[in-house]
């Protein structure tokens, strides 16, 4: 290790620092810590790596006007940030209790300030904004506090909003026309008002879809492409109105024409392709129609070009919360590929003529009261951390697994106001097989096999690296920061940190030298019972975390937060 630097917060410490080669003629670095209170909440720092082994602050910055304490409490799950985005001289980032502040990346000095979530109506910023072609993307969190999810843009240069779509609503609200889904009328078209249609009543505006996860940008096509989470509160009490639930989670019902089903919840769990300069969607695929499992669909989706089938194809691919690793073409939404990548028993298979899931009766928790087993459990077979893909091999990818099951009991709905947290289910997550609670996999997203995989006691929250020199980097719970050989999947090089990884490495040089930095600090909703000392025997607590934290002796591992250098050797 080089260098170490505390952020000055407990908490969890999810995302990564951003190194930008030329500030004003130096090279810098910038992180943010969490938020575990409104006097310390998403304080960024500015280091000056003229000298890498030794870095110096340059400043500091902390918004002290105009906080929202009632951020805190309505954070789904723990009060992370995710990072920033640099361009053109500005330091861009996301504030727990909804601010999107543009900074000067010389002095830390307000360049603009707009407010684009509100925690009184659920909710909170996490992700990291994404810079594309001039304009700012940022969507939040709060599904479980009956948000309702949109994705928001604003022009880099001053801060006025560009455009706005929302996950559920009317086409208009989601930024559907004619064209969208052209190629793929299945997926749904618009026209018909399926993000209206698909809930009961005027659920929708209830209907969750938040926008936290990862955005990806493709400059040629100018298009961006991002996924939404779950349709709001667990109980399918809310969103459908059959009491049995039967006709909600038919496999291939066609109420609506098309293969779409009656109840889908639209555009809740979608992929969207969107056009940069007005939000158009061009395309919209929904993984988990009618989801009963909190199967997110947040998940960062990868842009490589791979070949299949002969032919050189504009590829996304996503590994799903829900068990599932998705290639689609880029260019229209084409499902190509669908593969189990962990244990998966609520579906059967993806069917790739229609794009949805051949759902398990068993395994779907419909009624109230009944409990339901259903593998992987509702933290996903990943869940936001990152796995990473060398484009010399855009088909192998290299992926943090949690290797979990749960049961689920749907409870009775009451009321729902927005801001408050509703879930309306019993959750009890436990592993898959005992000692073994985690993976890092080495998966071919084409033929759906696993190159090889390495156990873990522990879920595995960090983001993974690959570098060009044959390693793979990422960081376990128990506080190991590990480089491993891209071809055998043996770990070639370990080092213990003072607290559990839930961050994602980068790698940078300086003057020749290169440097990987990750940062320490257990949280996240999979550490949330830790650093918000919740009871562990209270198995359902943290949404089913307390289970796991327990399972897997995640209260034995050190709080803490530091950001942790290392010179690459050669």
């Given at each position: 290790?080089?260098?170490?630097?505390?952020?000055?917060?407990?908490?969890?410490?999810?995302?990564?620092?951003?190194?930008?080669?030329?500030?004003?003629?130096?090279?810098?670095?910038?992180?943010?810590?969490?938020?575990?209170?409104?006097?310390?909440?998403?304080?960024?720092?500015?280091?000056?790596?003229?000298?890498?082994?030794?870095?110096?602050?340059?400043?500091?910055?902390?918004?002290?006007?105009?906080?929202?304490?009632?951020?805190?409490?309505?954070?789904?799950?723990?009060?992370?940030?995710?990072?920033?985005s640099y361009a053109d001289g500005k330091f861009v980032y996301g504030t727990l209790?909804?601010?999107?502040?543009?900074?000067?990346?010389?002095?830390?000095?307000?360049?603009?300030?707009?407010?684009?979530?509100?925690?009184?109506?659920?909710?909170?910023?996490?992700?990291?904004?994404?810079?594309?072609?001039?304009?700012?993307?940022?969507?939040?969190?709060?599904?479980?506090?009956?948000?309702?999810?949109?994705?928001?843009?604003?022009?880099?240069?001053?801060?006025?909003?560009?455009?706005?779509?929302?996950?559920?609503?009317?086409?208009?609200?989601?930024?559907?026309?004619?064209?969208?889904?052209?190629?793929?009328?299945?997926?749904?078209?618009?026209?018909?008002?399926?993000?209206?249609?698909?809930?009961?009543?005027?659920?929708?505006?209830?209907?969750?879809?938040?926008?936290?996860?990862?955005?990806?940008?493709?400059?040629?096509?100018?298009?961006?492409?991002?996924?939404?989470?779950?349709?709001?509160?667990?109980?399918?009490?809310?969103?459908?109105?059959d009491k049995s639930h039967e006709e909600c989670n038919a496999t291939n019902p066609?109420?609506?024409?098309?293969?779409?089903?009656?109840?889908?919840?639209?555009?809740?769990?979608?992929?969207?392709?969107?056009?940069?300069?007005?939000?158009?969607?061009?395309?919209?695929?929904?993984?988990?129609?009618?989801?009963?499992?909190?199967?997110?669909?947040?998940?960062?989706?990868?842009?490589?070009?791979?070949?299949?089938?002969?032919?050189?194809?504009?590829?996304?691919?996503?590994?799903?919360?829900?068990?599932?690793?998705?290639?689609?073409?880029?260019?229209?939404?084409?499902?190509?590929?669908?593969?189990?990548?962990?244990?998966?028993?609520?579906?059967?298979?993806?069917?790739?003529?229609?794009?949805?899931?051949?759902?398990?009766?068993?395994?779907?928790?419909?009624?109230?009261?009944?409990?339901?087993?259903?593998?992987?459990?509702?933290?996903?077979?990943?869940?936001?951390?990152?796995?990473?893909?060398?484009?010399?091999?855009?088909?192998?990818?290299?992926?943090?697994?949690?290797?979990?099951?749960?049961?689920?009991?749907?409870?009775?709905?009451?009321?729902?106001?927005?801001?408050?947290?509703?879930?309306?289910?019993?959750?009890?997550?436990?592993?898959?097989?005992?000692?073994?609670?985690g993976k890092i996999k080495k998966f071919d997203v084409l033929s759906g096999e696993?190159?090889?995989?390495?156990?873990?006691?522990?879920?595995?929250?960090?983001?993974?690296?690959?570098?060009?020199?044959?390693?793979?980097?990422?960081?376990?719970?128990?506080?190991?920061?590990?480089?491993?050989?891209?071809?055998?999947?043996?770990?070639?090089?370990?080092?213990?940190?003072?607290?559990?990884?839930?961050?994602?490495?980068?790698?940078?040089?300086?003057?020749?030298?290169?440097?990987?930095?990750?940062?320490?600090?257990?949280?996240?909703?999979?550490?949330?019972?830790?650093?918000?000392?919740?009871?562990?025997?209270?198995?359902?607590?943290?949404?089913?975390?307390?289970?796991?934290?327990?399972?897997?002796?995640?209260?034995?591992?050190?709080?803490?937060?530091?950001?942790?250098?290392?010179?690459?050797?050669?």
């Open positions: 290790m080089i260098w170490n630097q505390s952020t000055g917060a407990l908490r969890g410490h999810e995302g990564q620092p951003l190194v930008i080669k030329d500030v004003g003629g130096k090279t810098m670095m910038f992180f943010i810590s969490g938020c575990p209170s409104m006097a310390n909440c998403n304080v960024v720092q500015a280091l000056d790596l003229t000298d890498p082994d030794h870095p110096k602050q340059v400043w500091h910055y902390v918004k002290t006007t105009d906080r929202d304490e009632s951020a805190i409490p309505r954070a789904c799950c723990d009060t992370v940030n995710r990072g920033g209790d909804g601010w999107l502040i543009a900074l000067d990346a010389q002095t830390g000095k307000e360049v603009w300030v707009v407010k684009s979530a509100w925690p009184e109506r659920g909710e909170t910023i996490t992700p990291a904004p994404l810079i594309a072609d001039g304009k700012v993307l940022i969507g939040f969190g709060g599904d479980e506090f009956a948000a309702r999810g949109r994705m928001t843009a604003y022009n880099l240069e001053d801060g006025k909003q560009a455009w706005l779509c929302h996950s559920t609503g009317t086409d208009e609200q989601v930024c559907l026309d004619e064209n969208t889904n052209k190629d793929n009328p299945q997926y749904g078209l618009a026209g018909k008002d399926l993000g209206v249609k698909t809930f009961p009543g005027d659920d929708y505006k209830l209907g969750g879809g938040a926008a936290w996860g990862w955005y990806s940008y493709d400059p040629d096509l100018k298009l961006v492409y991002y996924s939404t989470g779950n349709p709001g509160l667990w109980s399918p009490q809310y969103r459908c109105p066609d109420e609506l024409g098309e293969g779409v089903g009656k109840f889908d919840n639209k555009w809740s769990m979608t992929i969207f392709a969107r056009k940069v300069e007005d939000g158009t969607a061009v395309w919209a695929y929904q993984m988990t129609p009618f989801d009963q499992w909190d199967y997110d669909g947040i998940n960062e989706n990868f842009l490589t070009t791979m070949k299949i089938d002969g032919k050189d194809v504009k590829a996304l691919t996503h590994f799903d919360r829900n068990g599932f690793a998705y290639v689609l073409d880029r260019t229209n939404g084409d499902l190509l590929q669908a593969h189990k990548y962990v244990t998966t028993n609520w579906a059967e298979k993806i069917d790739l003529k229609t794009g949805r899931p051949i759902k398990v009766r068993e395994h779907s928790p419909l009624e109230v009261g009944r409990n339901v087993q259903a593998c992987p459990s509702a933290m996903g077979g990943k869940d936001q951390q990152p796995g990473s893909v060398d484009p010399k091999e855009p088909n192998i990818f290299y992926m943090p697994t949690n290797n979990w099951c749960m049961e689920l009991e749907p409870q009775e709905r009451t009321h729902t106001n927005q801001g408050t947290v509703y879930v309306f289910a019993n959750v009890y997550m436990y592993p898959e097989k005992p000692g073994v609670t696993t190159v090889w995989e390495i156990p873990d006691q522990y879920p595995n929250w960090s983001g993974t690296m690959v570098t060009d020199g044959g390693l793979m980097f990422y960081g376990s719970l128990g506080g190991d920061f590990r480089a491993v050989n891209r071809d055998s999947g043996e770990i070639a090089w370990s080092r213990k940190l003072g607290s559990g990884i839930i961050g994602n490495p980068i790698t940078y040089k300086v003057d020749g030298k290169q440097y990987v930095s990750v940062f320490s600090g257990i949280g996240g909703w999979i550490g949330l019972p830790v650093t918000a000392g919740l009871d562990l025997n209270d198995k359902f607590g943290a949404i089913g975390a307390t289970a796991m934290t327990k399972a897997a002796n995640l209260d034995k591992i050190p709080q803490g937060g530091s950001l942790n250098t290392f010179r690459v050797f050669e």
